[in-house]
């Protein structure tokens, strides 16, 4: 079983940043790739990005690309989504999922464990 708490949620103007954190209990977490999702309220889960076990391979969704960084530190047991240029719609409840195969994807459905949420709200 692996356990999974985000944080660094918050208020920020557009134009700001957010660190978020999701740190995960367990020994195999280095072994498991990870993925950052939203969801808007009245709107599905949608994925933001994704990390291999190692780090070496990620992915983001077009409308964050090039704003948003997903980053682990296997020895920390956390993975870590910072958040620039921030905008108004970037507003929603933040979840980090574990995988436990390694390899990144953005299918919501591969990934076997999730957080409770944090919560990003952009003013604009």
């Known amino acids: 079983q692996v356990q999974l708490v985000e944080s660094g949620g918050g208020l920020v103007q557009a134009g700001g940043s957010l660190r978020l954190s999701c740190a995960a209990s367990?020994?195999?977490?280095?072994?498991?790739?990870m993925g950052w999702f939203r969801q808007a309220p009245g709107r599905e889960r949608v994925f933001v990005a994704a990390?291999?076990?190692?780090?070496?391979?990620?992915y983001y969704a077009d409308s964050v690309k090039g704003r948003f960084t997903i980053s682990r530190d296997n020895a920390k047991n956390t993975v870590y989504l910072q958040m620039n240029s921030l905008k108004p719609e970037d507003t929603a409840v933040y979840y980090c999922?574990?995988?436990?195969?390694?390899?990144?994807?953005?299918?919501?459905?591969?990934?076997?464990?999730w957080g409770q949420g944090t919560q990003v709200t952009v003013s604009s």
């Open positions: 999922a574990a995988r436990t195969l390694g390899v990144a994807t953005w299918s919501a459905y591969e990934y076997a464990y």
């Open positions: 367990g020994r195999t977490f280095s072994s498991y790739a």
């Open positions: 990390i291999s076990w190692s780090g070496g391979t990620t």
